[in-house]
């Protein structure tokens, strides 16, 4: 049987952010009415507004999506003004700059607390905890809620976010990096528990696609590579960033139950080979 995307709705999170909004567009190019859910009401209404411009149905929601209450009253919108959502994209998440580390590796100097090295011992926990609750719970809290409601209806598909740090440990981002290496195990983990209610379960792993804020990491003001970017490219065989449209091959792969409905649980890096270079 062929998908028939026409009258289904897509939620999906993040959708302000680079590489979801051009999910949330192509989802709303095939015909699903599209929720957009964010922080940033800015930002999801100029999706919105190319999404209607192109003939398209979407609608924003302000949600912080780790916060059940706020994600149950969009929820409530959502089911109101669309219908039931039949596919989940979490994208919601990211770092904050007092989470992150300015060296690789212990330097005595971080002792001193007098701002010049930010180590892991002058790191606040409060940022660090915050990171990992964005990106864990962001992820676990849309999965909870609108994963009722496509087991009341005895179909969906969910797909999350994933990252590079769900397979390795990535220098200076501790704590998105356990957020995102967790996001890994609960793929699997709702996966099989959700099988029996005909939702399937997976995550697209992006490399290093760039956005505003990876653009200040990656490049200099002059425009040139920072060490940061040369690192990775030296790790990535491609030797270039990823595109966001680069995502949506996999993602058109995984929403459909004719082309992939035998597909649950899996993690799906989009790399550029990142993952198979060991640098050596």
């Not at 010049?116 to 809290?141: A, E, R």
């Not at 220098?171 to 957020?179: D, L, P």
């Not at 490219?233 to 139950?257: Q, V, Y």
Request: with cysteine.
């Amino acid at each position: 049987m062929t998908d028939t995307p026409k009258n289904k709705v897509a939620v999906v999170t993040g959708a302000g952010g680079t590489l979801c909004s051009v999910m949330a567009i192509n989802l709303a190019a095939q015909g699903y009415k599209v929720a957009l859910l964010g922080r940033d009401m800015g930002k999801l209404k100029a999706v919105e507004e190319e999404i209607i411009a192109k003939g398209g149905t979407a609608i924003s929601v302000s949600t912080d999506v780790a916060d059940e209450a706020a994600v149950k009253a969009a929820r409530n919108t959502i089911e109101q003004e669309l219908g039931t959502c039949s596919v989940l994209i979490n994208g919601a998440g990211g770092n904050q700059p007092d989470a992150l580390t300015n060296i690789t590796e212990f330097d005595e100097r971080e002792l001193l607390d007098d701002g010049i090295v930010k180590g892991f011992f002058n790191l606040s926990m409060d940022v660090f905890g915050n990171v990992i609750k964005v990106n864990t719970m962001g992820t676990v809290i849309p999965c909870f809620v609108f994963g009722r409601s496509m087991a009341r209806q005895k179909q969906g598909v969910i797909i999350n976010v994933a990252s590079m740090n769900s397979y390795r440990p990535l220098s200076k981002v501790g704590a998105y990096g356990i957020a995102k290496a967790g996001i890994a195990n609960f793929t699997q983990w709702l996966a099989a528990y959700l099988a029996p209610a005909n939702i399937r379960v997976n995550a697209i792993a992006p490399g290093f696609f760039l956005n505003d804020r990876s653009r200040k990491i990656m490049f200099n003001e002059d425009g040139s590579h920072t060490a940061r970017a040369k690192s990775v490219l030296s790790h990535t065989p491609m030797k270039r960033f990823g595109e966001a449209p680069e995502l949506i091959g996999c993602m058109n792969w995984l929403i459909s139950d004719e082309a992939a409905g035998f597909v649950t649980g899996t993690v799906i890096p989009i790399d550029g080979g990142f993952l198979s270079s060991s640098g050596v």
